[in-house]
């Protein structure tokens, strides 16, 4: 799926499918590239992802933007669901320090050891947005779940994302690690930390995917400079 998608970004990035054109149908693809039609859907989702593609019920997919500037995940452009994450999930991870019952430690712990556990990418970005609610469910402020609960859709997407471009599976789980010893140790700075250098990966992951090459430098509230 990388390789699909690699070629045709860099073919739409060249000028060979130009803005307003429409790609090949998925047949058409699929017999050129000698790829299986769920590999090439999967290609076509992150090119729209990206903002490249979009696709139109009954009539194809057309090309929107020759390059990538900030990839959508549900109804959150990627720069704003993590300059929200940061606000709200940093601080977060510290009050779950602090207030986390012996049940939020043991629901959180099993977790963790099922996504360690698990090799099925559609099954692991599920555990991992209830990673993330379980955490807020242990700051015990039901507002920071009901904020989580809005976002956990494009948290879903992005993790997938992340995890099929940028192979996070493993890393990801080092770091949900990282923040349960952090709760389970009850340091509201080493959570806070845990969950800011979690959030770190992900930022620097994503601009690895879309701007290959490019190091990106950050402010203190976490957009690029």
């Known amino acids: 799926m990388e390789a699909v998608l690699a070629h045709l970004r860099t073919a739409i990035e060249r000028g060979e499918y130009a803005v307003g054109d429409k790609l090949p149908s998925e047949a058409e693809l699929c017999r050129t590239l000698e790829v299986s039609r769920p590999v090439l859907r999967e290609a076509l989702r992150a090119l729209q992802t990206m903002g490249l593609t979009v696709s139109k019920t009954g009539k194809g997919t057309f090309v929107v933007a020759s390059t990538v500037e900030d990839p959508t995940f549900g109804d959150y452009a990627a720069s704003d669901l993590l300059e929200v994450r940061r606000h709200v999930e ?101 959570a806070a930390e845990a969950m800011a250098h979690h959030l770190d990966r992900v930022e620097t992951t994503l601009t690895d995917i879309v701007r290959p090459g490019h190091t990106s430098t950050t402010t203190e509230g976490g957009r690029e400079r």
Not at 106 to 134: C, K, N, P, Y
Not at 164 to 177: D, V
């Open 90 to 190: 940093i601080p977060v991870a510290g009050y779950a320090a602090l207030r986390r019952t012996p049940e939020n430690l043991d629901h959180l712990a099993h977790l963790l050891d099922r996504m360690e556990r698990e090799t099925d990418t559609t099954a692991w970005v599920a555990m991992d947005t209830l990673f993330h609610l379980a955490v807020a469910e242990a700051a015990q402020n039901p507002v920071f779940r009901r904020v989580i609960e809005e976002i956990r859709d494009a948290l879903a997407r992005q993790s997938a994302f992340l995890n099929e471009l940028g192979g996070r599976r493993e890393q990801s789980n080092r770091e949900h690690r990282a923040i349960v010893e952090a709760l389970v140790d009850g340091s509201e700075v080493d």
